[in-house]
């Protein structure tokens, strides 16, 4: 039997020749760690759906943050529970909010600053409904105000400069915001720091877990009238092409494994940085089969988050990240 010139399996017979023709490659500065910010001291709480994933206090979120920066990582993305809400969300723009205070905390220790601090800028965590911004009620009918709900917005993104944030990322999908922030920051005289855009933000059951561990679910109704329904990459793009005229400087995708196809689409269509976040969802389904024996963890990890880098971004918001920089040394 007679084989042709060309054998594929000649560039795949060791590691070594595996890694000298490998197309998409993984390092640990492309990985962001999401953290979870509560009050207290000592407190490192672990949240149920999410294992090895925690709540931590601030003092608790240093030592996690000296060890994220030890293992090369890109930066770290803030999230804050708050000691009480309301309905407007007060604690998100509070100087002393639970976020503001974790990054004057970081921004003391030198060894950090290798780290970028990357503070989201939303209300649901803040508000006593778990909304995304303000709450207009008229009987049984609610509507989810956008243009009020965009001021206390720019008012939290500037106020998380002012604390030290790296960058903002606004990840609440309501319409204008960008523009009102970059606007607020500017005049705030924090025109430097960049815009992260949760431009592409679908309505996903892959948020659960994060519901828990943000004590963000909604007390009524859901979020498909802000956030965006699964079935649209062409609405997608239309996203990005607003945010991107506001002034956004990078766009985030999210989530990210569901959605491919959308990174994929950004990635052609968009030259600038382009991040996509391996969602709660995405991280717990994949625990629940390394709990079970199902998968293999370490390559059913590495394999989703290369699936999601070869999509085309450019880096990865995961929950993996301390683990997959430990992979990958």
Known sequence: ??????????????????????????????????????????????????????????????REAQEAASLGLGGLLLFGLPETKDAEGSGAYADDGI???????????????KL??????????????????????????????????VRLLAKTAASLAKAGADIIAPSDMMDGRVAAMRDEMDEEGFEQIPILSYASKFASAFYGPFREAADSAPQFGDRRSYQMDGANLREA???IELDLAEGADMILMKPAMPYLDVIRAARERFQVPMGAYQVSGEYSMLHAAFQRGWL?????????LISIRRAGADFIVTYFARDAAKVLG
Request: aromatic share 6%; with cysteine; charged share 30%.
């Open 116 to 149: 970028v601090m990357i503070a989201d800028v939303c209300l649901c965590e803040y508000t006593s409904h778990g909304h995304c911004g303000i709450v207009h009620k008229d009987g049984s009918h609610y509507e989810i105000e956008n243009d009020s709900s």
């Open 296 to 304: 293999e963890q370490e390559r059913a990890m590495m394999e989703s």
């Open 99 to 113: 976020v503001q205070q974790a990054l004057r905390a970081f921004k003391q220790q030198r060894e950090l600053d």
């Open 237 to 239: 793009m239309r996203e």
């Open 1 to 62: 039997m007679e084989f042709p010139v060309t054998r594929m399996r000649r560039l795949r017979r060791t590691e070594a020749m595996r890694n000298l023709v490998r197309e998409t490659h993984l390092h640990p500065g492309a990985l962001i760690y999401p953290l979870f910010l509560c009050p207290g001291e000592g407190v490192r709480r672990e949240i149920g759906s999410m294992p090895g994933v925690f709540n931590l206090s601030i003092d608790e979120a240093v």
